[in-house]
């Protein structure tokens, strides 16, 4: 019969032989990810958001940067709230990451949520986002100044075309409108294109998508550039809405975050794999085909970026009368 403390080490070797089959040691060095990750997206498929998170599961299986792939899966609805509402209930979890854009901040606010931000684990921001202010090529309106000096004049006269009320052209038409005094409508419409498609048949002013949806048709003329908040390599001659005197404090990123209590492991392994991602060709290639910003930023530092936005957008959001009482 064997002694109490052989069978003890028996089955100390037994358990340590099943978490390293299994995984179910959540992320112990050396041996994370033993699994497929799954990366949720808040966006439809095809969508920016979905765009950015199977381009950077393709480049992280493609150069092997890990040992197990990302499969990104779409949970549409509620500017964000299923996609976040899922992955929050998934604590100590480091195989279920999910997209965190500005609505990431400010949904809980409009949606009137019990969670936020601060029930994540930062991994690491991607990219940072532009919005172009655009109009039909026969507009009276040659500039932004024309637009704001217009709307001042005759308040609530002029209609921007965008997204949901809860997206970031909303928000960035409360900041300028807060400089300036001046007043214009917002209408939302469904889909990316969808203020493009009224911009160009005169059903709305001005609209404000990202490049990379309209540079075909400012190429052909069909649509006038007027404003960027942040510049554009191939629009050079485009003024910033600093360098018109309406400084922007919006830093439209784009990151990951996982559940909170995930392990130290865990998150350095994530953020080390997203750091080789975007030293990548394939990753450049994205970067110029998108018209986006690289924005690189580790979990920590990612981290203290949210915590200051979460300020500028939740009070935008509270002045907008978008917040839920």
Not at 195 to 201: C, I, N, R, V
Not at 230 to 254: N, Q
């Amino acid at each position: 019969m064997r002694s109490p403390r052989i069978l003890c080490l028996v089955l100390l070797e037994a358990t340590v032989a099943f978490v390293l089959a299994t995984g179910c040691g959540r992320a112990g060095a050396g041996i994370y990810p033993t699994k497929p990750i799954e990366a949720v997206c808040h966006g439809a498929a095809g969508s920016s958001a979905d765009v950015l998170l199977r381009t950077m599961a393709d480049i992280v299986e493609k150069e092997k940067i890990l040992p197990q792939p990302m499969a990104v899966v779409n949970k549409e609805g509620g500017s964000g709230a299923v996609a976040f509402a899922y992955v929050v209930e998934k604590k100590e979890d480091p195989y279920t990451l999910v997209n965190a854009p500005p609505i990431f901040l400010t949904t809980p606010y409009t949606q009137g949520l019990k969670f936020s931000y601060k029930d994540f684990t930062p991994i690491a921001n991607l990219i940072f986002e532009k919005t172009l202010f655009v109009v039909r090529s026969d507009s009276p309106f040659k500039s932004l100044k024309d637009i704001i000096e217009t709307a001042k004049a005759k308040p609530n006269t002029l209609n921007q075309g965008g997204g949901a009320v809860t997206a970031m052209d909303n928000y960035i038409r409360g900041i300028i409108q807060q400089q300036t005094g001046a007043q214009w409508k917002f209408v939302s419409f469904t889909g990316s294109d969808g203020a493009t498609t009224a911009t160009l048949g005169g059903n709305v002013d001005f609209c404000s998508p990202n490049p990379s949806e309209v540079m075909e048709l400012i190429r052909a003329g069909k649509l006038r550039p007027l404003a960027t908040t942040r510049k554009i390599a191939s629009l050079p001659d485009v003024p910033t809405l600093d360098e018109l005197g309406f400084p922007f404090a919006i830093k439209h990123f784009r990151g990951i975050m996982a559940p909170s209590g995930i392990s130290a492991e865990a998150k350095k392994t994530l953020e080390e794999a997203y750091g080789k991602a975007v030293k990548t060709e394939r990753w450049k290639r994205y970067l110029e085909e998108t018209q986006v910003d690289d924005g690189f930023m580790a979990g920590d530092e990612f981290g203290k970026l949210l915590v200051d936005m979460d300020k500028v957008l939740a009070d935008l959001t509270d002045s907008l009368g978008l917040k839920k009482k």
